[in-house]
């Protein structure tokens, strides 16, 4: 658990919830819990994800995965007991329910674990894949973050609209960093999503296509944060980082 | 996830819940939520325990397991999304965080995952690995059950003391069920678990020694609710049926 965890990420998940929590006027310590629970949620999946009956992975960010650094059984416990400590950790505070709900449901059938399996069967659409595989996660981390400031129902749609969008671009962007090769950088294998027969961004739009529609993504994140002024600064800079990735 | 969780299985941890819910004054509705998210845990841990890289069991209550009946990613993955619902159908009802807070610790690393990880150790205490393994869900099951009721603390430790008892006498008799060959009836394959080298309470105190521990398991749980009067009538005739299964 702790090797897969705490391996330098990102924490995507984690900085979205922390920068919306604050964007209402909330602590980064209100939003710790949520961030927390996400960032293992992430790491499950991942570990799972490399799994060899799943996508095979032997390397994971330049290590060897977990699986290959422990073994398979090792790895599957590891994940689902990251899964749990997600949503001990959000219960250890007493904290709002709805935050668990929205971590379950993001995690789930309908969203996470739908997604991959939808990854492994044949013919499925790719924007449904990523809009359930990392958009559903994405989105969560965003409301969570929302839900621990306190935020009103009304602005909780609006962070929606730039967790979606926002979730999208990250997802084209990182299709278009592996089959430019760029994906080294990453410490994935390059062009394996694409070689596996993966469904991804670029064979569906090309790759300047699959630039102009990231582009549209965070062009309508930085729109949908608008309503939040100059505490949404950093919402809109996060988004076009994203952006910024793809070089 | 239907496959496997619609597949008729005893539902100790569900009773378990509403018994000790209804011994409290609750109504079964009350502890129903804790209910399915008991048994969505406890399947999703038989779907990842049968895998070929933990107990690689073909069988399962005497139809193919999950991944023979699909495959591993899906087996794997339908284990992962029955958790998150366990975790959903607990938040639903905007419940008590506690009874999120007891599943997540019972199923995670100090818990079940933990019990099954030194269950595939060698060398792990048998009485250690199924206090974790299956105790904590069972515990975690009276627990919630109590809790869901609006039990006070008091109450609350002890019908932990019950849950322990049960939980550890229903481990005791399926290890002799096991050996004894009675197994098959469970739908399980005969033999296998000592067959495996798998840590069994007959191996540790022979089938005689077993028998009586499972008997003062029993007293010690028919004890521990007797504060209950008539109301715990059921929980004291369910932890005589346990013992009644060992013939």
Do not use: N
């Amino acid at each position: 658990m702790r090797y897969s965890l705490l391996d330098g990420g990102k924490r995507l998940r984690p900085i979205l919830a922390i920068r919306t929590c604050e964007a209402f006027g909330g602590a980064e310590a209100e939003a710790m819990p949520a961030a927390c629970a996400l960032e293992m949620i992430h790491t499950y999946s991942l570990i799972h994800d490399d799994l060899p009956a799943m996508d095979d992975d032997d390397f994971r960010r330049g290590k060897p995965s977990c699986h290959k650094a422990f073994d398979e059984a090792t790895a599957i416990l590891a994940g689902d007991a990251l899964q749990a400590a997600a949503f001990e950790v959000l219960a250890r505070r007493g904290s709002d329910p709805r935050l668990v709900l929205e971590l379950a449901a993001a995690a789930g059938a309908a969203g996470m674990c739908g997604g991959q399996q939808l990854d492994l069967a044949t013919g499925a659409d790719v924007r449904e894949i990523h809009r359930r595989k990392t958009g559903a996660l994405l989105t969560a981390a965003v409301r969570m973050g929302a839900i621990a400031a306190g935020a009103p129902d009304r602005a909780l749609a609006r962070v929606t609209r730039y967790g979606r969008a926002v979730g999208l671009a990250f997802q084209i962007v990182d299709d278009i960093l592996d089959v430019s090769g760029s994906a080294r950088d990453l410490g994935k294998t390059p062009g394996k999503d694409a070689r596996q027969g993966k469904k991804t961004f670029p064979a569906l739009y090309g790759m300047e296509g699959s630039r102009l529609r990231a582009e549209a993504c965070v062009r309508e994140a930085v729109t949908a944060v608008a309503f939040l002024g100059e505490r949404g600064a950093r919402l809109r800079e996060l988004a076009r980082w994203i952006l910024s990735r793809s070089g």
